[in-house]
């Protein structure tokens, strides 16, 4: 069964501490990873894509990792910032039908304290 | 921010009312999605559009029917709402590359 879990399910930091959230997939064939930040009450936007040739991708103070051997790929957040306050979804994508199906984890709920 | 847009952003009805959660976008994209998602939990797919007069019902059993008259526009159909259906709907549509565009979202709550 494809799946998407991510860990934790919450993490509480402060502002300007890093911290990072990990994303394990059983989804195959795999096509690409993402990750997504959420905002209460928002649609989910892209802060990056990742393919299997890809280690790593940096979007600003987001840098995502990605191990295709291993299943996993994790989130690095620099310098927390107030506005990073949201949830960060990992969203893996498959290669087996047309639509380019994608899984969605269930998110990682991150609030950044002043 | 991705040119998608959705009406009503929230929306409070009465069981059995007739509900139409509009979603449209400016970018051409042929492929369009509807989501359903719950708090705390992941994003469900319950429709699906390929472009103009194609639908196909998505992974998670829903109510709901849609339609794709325009390739802007994928309203969502609830014919009897019921308390079962209260939850966040979610508009996507994705460009050539596969990269999703969503949607602010709808809250239905449905009394």
């Known amino acids: 069964k494809n799946q998407v879990e991510q860990s934790p399910q919450s993490l509480i930091i402060l502002e300007g501490k890093n911290c990072t959230l990990q994303c394990n997939y059983t989804v195959s064939p795999f096509s690409n990873l993402r990750w997504y930040k959420q905002d209460t009450g928002r649609g989910p936007v892209s802060l990056t894509i990742m393919t299997f040739s890809e280690n790593t991708k940096s979007n600003g103070r987001y840098t995502a990792t990605l191990d295709a051997d291993t299943k996993q790929s994790s989130l690095h957040i620099t310098a927390s910032q107030l506005s990073d306050s949201a949830s960060y979804i990992c969203?893996?994508?498959?290669?087996?039908?047309?639509?380019?199906?994608?899984?969605f984890g269930r998110g990682t709920q991150l609030t950044v304290w002043p | 921010e991705a040119d998608i847009y959705q009406t009503p952003r929230y929306l409070v009805i009465g069981t059995g009312k007739k509900i139409t959660l509009e979603c449209s976008q400016t970018?051409?994209?042929?492929?369009m999605y509807w989501y359903q998602q719950d708090p705390g939990m992941e994003l469900h797919l319950i429709h699906y559009s390929y472009g103009v007069n194609s639908t196909e019902k998505g992974d998670l059993s829903s109510e709901s029917t849609v339609s794709r008259i325009r390739t802007e526009h994928f309203p969502l159909t609830l014919e009897s709402a019921r308390p079962s259906h209260t939850s966040q709907y979610l508009c996507?549509?994705?460009?050539?590359?596969?990269?999703?565009?969503f949607g602010p979202g709808t809250r239905l709550t449905v009394t």
């Open positions: 996507a549509s994705s460009d050539p590359v596969a990269e999703q565009y």
């Open positions: 970018m051409g994209h042929d492929k």
């Open positions: 969203v893996v994508s498959d290669r087996g039908s047309t639509l380019g199906r994608l899984y």
